[in-house]
Structures are given as structure tokens and as C-alpha cells.
């Protein structure tokens, strides 16, 4: 989690509701539990090395697999609630593809767009957080992620991303799909690794209780309903994905010691 020693974070706190950078927020204005926000305290010891840390934003990477778009969606609004706390940048990277040209023609999946990057297994250690998003296959992650997963043997071998928060967002077929069991079962790859588990729990508030309308998401994780693949997002589905980029944030910020466990462990 970083290159620096570690910071100590301050006891002066501002709410996140606060942020000049937040969007409009219905759901969360409702009644969702507001995030303190720590800031840097001039008269708490920092370590060698913390000073450059403190004057560097942290970055949460949000690692997604998207087929026909609902993921993307998802990741993107991610960002913008990752970009709304000061001091923390969220990056938007895809996994490889696993399937042929010729079979995505015959499933009419549209083209990536250019502008979102691959991301090699190597990256991921220079992430200070992680968000891993993908759509459900029977309740579990699709194969293109697992493929992933399964390409970091050496950094699992090494530890190299134990102690880095992350967290899950998905994309189901139906409400009954896989929308607490896709990301329940992914857990699994974070345990291996070491990493901590950040789910969202009941932070979003009263949007998590409405009843009025469909809605993806849970207190795994941001999620949409896709349907059949032509449903559309719906405010309170992007609304709770912007809540868990901001949510993250601060997470990674209060946990932001710039040491990763890993080093720490040999000394």
C-alpha cells in the first residue's frame, strides 16, 4: 500500500457529505451513514518516507470485465465516487478477453472502448485498493475474471497483495442470479491472497431498504439488474456505485499507512 513509511491520521474529521465534488445524491440523502473523512495532522509523528506519501494520491484501481456494458456502466460511475475524495484517484482497467473474436461476433458483444487499458497481474501491486467488478455465470464470477484470478500465482506466492483493501461489484440476469452469491463466492481469491475484504454493508441507507423498484446491489457490493441484457442502470443502481467508490476511498485513506503488510512482515 504504497511506497512511503506510514501516516497517522488526524482526530479532525470532515463529513463526506461535505465534498465539493459529490453529485447529487437522493438515495444517500435519505438516511445513508456519512463517512468522516481524516485529514493529515501537523502535530502527529510521521514516519521516514511519510512525507512524500501524504503529498501523493492514493489509487484504487477498479478492475472490471464487462461484455455487453452493464459492468462498465457500474465502474465508471465507481470512479466518480473514488475521485470525489480528496486525496485518493480511482483507475479504470480491463481484464484480458478469453473469448474469440469470431464467438463475440456471433454473441453481438459490442467493441471495447480504447480509452480503458488492460491491466497485466504485475499493476496490481502498485494499487493502494482494489475494486474487482463482473457479470454472475451460475451465481459465480464469469470465466474471463477467474482467468484472471488464476493468472496471480506468483503474487500469490509472494503474498504481494495481502493487506490491500477490496471489494466486489456485479452485474445479474435476474434478481435471484447472483446478486449476494457472485460476489460471496469471489471471496475466496481475496482470502488466498491476504487482502481485506471491504464490503459496504447497510451504508447506503434508505436506499438499500426501498422497495418501490428494481434494484440491483447488496451489502456486498454495488450490482445491476441487466435483464436481458437490454435494461438500462437505474439512478439508485448508479447512485450506491458511486456510494461504494466513495465508501472505498475513505476506507483506503484510513487504512493508507503507505507500508504493504508484506514488507512489513520481514522486518
Known amino acids: 500500500m504504497g511506497k512511503g513509511g506510514g501516516c497517522v491520521p488526524s482526530k479532525k474529521r470532515s463529513s463526506l457529505?461535505?465534498?465539493d465534488h459529490d453529485a447529487p445524491n437522493p438515495a444517500r440523502?435519505?438516511?445513508s451513514v456519512p463517512i468522516e473523512s481524516p485529514s493529515p495532522d501537523a502535530s502527529a509523528p510521521v514516519q521516514d518516507g511519510a512525507l512524500q506519501a501524504l503529498d501523493k494520491k492514493l489509487r484504487i484501481f477498479i478492475v472490471f470485465y464487462s461484455m455487453y456494458g452493464h459492468v462498465e456502466g457500474l465502474a465508471r460511475r465507481i470512479k466518480k465516487g473514488v475521485d470525489g475524495i480528496d486525496g485518493v484517484e480511482g483507475v479504470l482497467y480491463r481484464v484480458p478477453e478469453t473469448l474469440s473474436e469470431e464467438v463475440l461476433d456471433q454473441m453481438k458483444v459490442p467493441p471495447k472502448d480504447d480509452d480503458i487499458p488492460l491491466i497485466s497481474v504485475e499493476e496490481l501491486v502498485e494499487a493502494d485498493g482494489l475494486l474487482f467488478g463482473f457479470p454472475t455465470r451460475y451465481g459465480c464470477m464469469s470465466a474471463?475474471?477467474?482467468a484472471f484470478f488464476d493468472s496471480t500465482g506468483q503474487l500469490w506466492r509472494e503474498q504481494k497483495l495481502a493487506?490491500?483493501?477490496?471489494?466486489?461489484?456485479?452485474?445479474?440476469g435476474t434478481q435471484g442470479g447472483g446478486q449476494?452469491?457472485?460476489?460471496?463466492?469471489?471471496?475466496?481469491?481475496?482470502?488466498?491472497?491476504g487482502m481485506l475484504y471491504v464490503p459496504i454493508g447497510y451504508t447506503f441507507g434508505?436506499?438499500?431498504f426501498r422497495m418501490d423498484s428494481i434494484r440491483g446491489g447488496s451489502p456486498y457490493g454495488a450490482g445491476i439488474l441487466a435483464g436481458d441484457g437490454t435494461r438500462e442502470p437505474s439512478e439508485t443502481e448508479l447512485a450506491l456505485a458511486e456510494h461504494q467508490g466513495r465508501y472505498m476511498?475513505?476506507?483506503v485513506k484510513r487504512l493508507g499507512l503507505?507500508?504493504?503488510w508484506a514488507v512489513a512482515a520481514d522486518k
Open 249 to 251: 476511498a475513505m476506507m
Open 258 to 260: 503507505g507500508q504493504s
Open 17 to 19: 457529505g461535505a465534498s
Open 144 to 146: 474471463q475474471m477467474k
Open 180 to 193: 449476494e452469491t457472485t460476489a460471496w463466492t469471489a471471496i475466496t481469491q481475496l482470502a488466498h491472497h
Open 206 to 208: 434508505a436506499g438499500m
Open 163 to 172: 493487506g490491500v483493501p477490496a471489494g466486489f461489484f456485479v452485474s445479474t
Open 29 to 31: 440523502d435519505e438516511g
